[in-house]
């Protein structure tokens, strides 16, 4: 937060709180589905399991949204470890002149 608060860009550890934050939220969304047994299908804001249904159902859309696991794991790994980065056949080449499968 202290980066955010001076007005710059947030830094790797963005990506590590993403990771974990949206992995730990799909996994309790999936133990409270499996502990409501067939009950934890049903949508009902009484029964008090909407929040687990919420978080069940939200999870793989937060899990995409601002980058996939697989990409925050690259930045991670790149900016954090100093890991070098991925080879690329199209790096230094112009969008236009990437070849394509036509």
Do not use: Y
């Given at each position: 937060?202290?980066?955010?608060?001076k007005?710059?860009?947030?830094?790797?550890?963005?990506?590590?709180?993403?990771?974990?934050?949206?992995?730990?939220?799909?996994?309790?969304?999936?133990?409270?589905?499996?502990?409501?047994?067939?009950?934890?299908?049903?949508?009902?804001?009484?029964?008090?399991?909407?929040?687990?249904?919420?978080?069940?159902?939200?999870?793989?859309?937060?899990?995409?949204?601002?980058?996939?696991?697989?990409?925050?794991k690259?930045?991670?790994?790149?900016?954090?470890?100093?890991?070098?980065?991925?080879?690329?056949?199209?790096?230094?080449?112009?969008?236009?002149?990437?070849?394509?499968?036509?």
């Amino acid at each position: 937060m202290s980066a955010l608060s001076k007005g710059e860009a947030p830094g790797p550890e963005a990506s590590i709180t993403k990771i974990v934050s949206a992995n730990k939220l799909q996994a309790i969304g999936n133990f409270g589905i499996d502990s409501g047994d067939m009950a934890g299908m049903l949508i009902d804001e009484e029964d008090g399991m909407s929040s687990f249904q919420a978080a069940w159902l939200g999870a793989p859309g937060l899990r995409i949204a601002g980058g996939t696991d697989e990409i925050l794991k690259n930045i991670i790994a790149e900016r954090v470890l100093g890991l070098p980065q991925d080879p690329r056949a199209d790096k230094g080449l112009p969008f236009k002149d990437i070849p394509s499968g036509k």
